[in-house]
Structure formats: C-alpha cells, structure tokens
C-alpha cells in the first residue's frame, strides 16, 4: 500500500527516529526509504541515495532527514519536521516553553553521541560519557520532570518534546544498559511513553527492525561487527 509520507534517511534509527516516533504515536503511515541495511556499507548505493535525496530535496547541504509530504513537498532538518508533524497532529503547540525543551532534548541527543566507538570515541571519551556526561543530562530531566504534576514534560499532555526525549532516551539506554534504572523519573516517564499505542505498536514492528541502531558503548567495535 502506498503511504503519503516518505521519509528519506540512512538504513538506521538515528536523527530520523524522533520523526518515526512522532508519527508513529499519531498513526501517520509513512514509508522509510533507504538503500537497505543489508548494504548499508555499499559506498555505491549510498552515494547514488544522497544524489538523489538532493535531486528531490534540492539541498545541498543537509539532505536527510529528509520527509516528503502529501503534496509532493520535501522537508528537511529533523527537528523542523517533527514541528511540521507537531503542528498537523496537535502534538505542537509553538510556545517557548516547548521549543527550549525541544532543544535541551536535542542538546541531549548531541551528547549521546561523545561516547559513541563507531564515530571513534576514545576509551577516555567513553568513560567522561558514562560517569558524567550522562548522569548530568539525567538529572536534568529528572528536575523538569519533577517541575509539573503530570507524567510529561509539559504535564498531562504529550508533545512532540516528550517522542524526542523518549527516543533519546533509547538511545542512552542502549548504549549503557540499565542506566534508566537509577533515575526512577525518568524511567517513569520512559515507560509512559513507551506503552502509548502507536509508540508501542512501532517499536515492536518489523519495519523497525531493518534499521541499524547504536549498540553499547561497553561493547568494543570490533565485537559490533561481529
């Protein structure tokens, strides 16, 4: 079946995945494009795919992730499609509250990627990622969590904020296994959102599986590869 949205990036979670989660929990269908994760190290296909998501996008620059939308329109910069998202499913509101806690999750998203090994993070980068860097994000949202009487970060209501926390957050879990144990907020929160229907209903989908995801940061790279 044909869907209307499409959306254009690696054969990976990554930047694109708060963009899949936000459609997801709004039950928006779309279509992932990719050159496949069974070739996802085919320099030839990956280089003829951003050829051609800047022959459609026409930037060129930062191509994906990159959405097409009903009207043939292309859309590029995750955090910018996930507004447009926000702003057709009600999960967006625009005020300046919601865009500081889009960007301090996106703040958060950045630093994930200090301890990542695949992009050649030290061991030293590594260990500032688990004893420090972390904890210091989550106890921040521990604290704006604890700043409102509902289970999201803007209170009773979900938002397009909470979907990029709760991929973020993944994240973190993946690459430090049992992390979110520790800080019982968060993890509340992490399973709130991760037990919304369309949220659940897309992590556990086979779609999802064809999509590479970091692994931990315990893990040495060349036992990733294996």
């Known amino acids: 079946m044909q869907t209307a949205y ?3 990036y690696w054969p990976a979670r990554g930047r694109a995945e708060q963009i899949r989660l936000c459609m997801a929990d709004a039950g928006i269908e779309f279509e992932d494009v990719n ?6 190290s085919d320099q030839k296909l990956k280089s003829d795919f951003f050829a051609r998501c800047r022959e459609l996008g026409g930037n060129l620059t ?3 992730p990159m959405l ?11 955090t910018a499609i996930i507004r447009y998202i926000g702003r057709k499913t009600g999960a967006y509101s625009g005020t300046v509250e919601e865009d500081v806690l889009i960007a301090t999750v996106d703040d958060f998203r950045t630093a994930n990627y200090k301890g990542m090994r695949v992009f050649g993070a030290s061991p030293s980068a590594v260990d500032d990622y688990i004893t420090t860097i972390l904890p210091k994000h ?3 949202f521990t604290r704006l969590l604890n700043n409102n009487s509902g289970f999201y970060l803007l209170g009773s209501k979900a938002t397009i904020a909470d979907f990029s926390l709760y ?6 879990e993946r690459q430090v296994p049992g992390i979110l144990e520790k800080y019982q907020r968060v993890k509340l929160f992490f399973d709130t959102v991760g037990a919304r229907p369309g949220i659940k209903k897309w992590v556990e989908s ?3 599986t ?9 893990v040495k790279e060349e036992e990733t590869k294996k």
């Not at 064809?210 to 315990?218: D, E, G, I, Y």
């Open 35 to 40: 050159w496949g994760l069974d070739n996802i």
């Open 210 to 218: 064809k999509l590479w995801a970091f692994p931990s940061v315990l």
């Open 6 to 8: 499409k959306l254009y």
């Open 62 to 64: 930062t191509n994906v």
């Open 68 to 78: 097409e939308v009903e009207d043939g329109k292309f859309y590029t910069q995750s």
């Open 138 to 140: 989550l106890d921040n």
């Open 206 to 208: 086979e779609q999802r």
């Open 167 to 172: 991929d973020a957050l993944h994240v973190a």
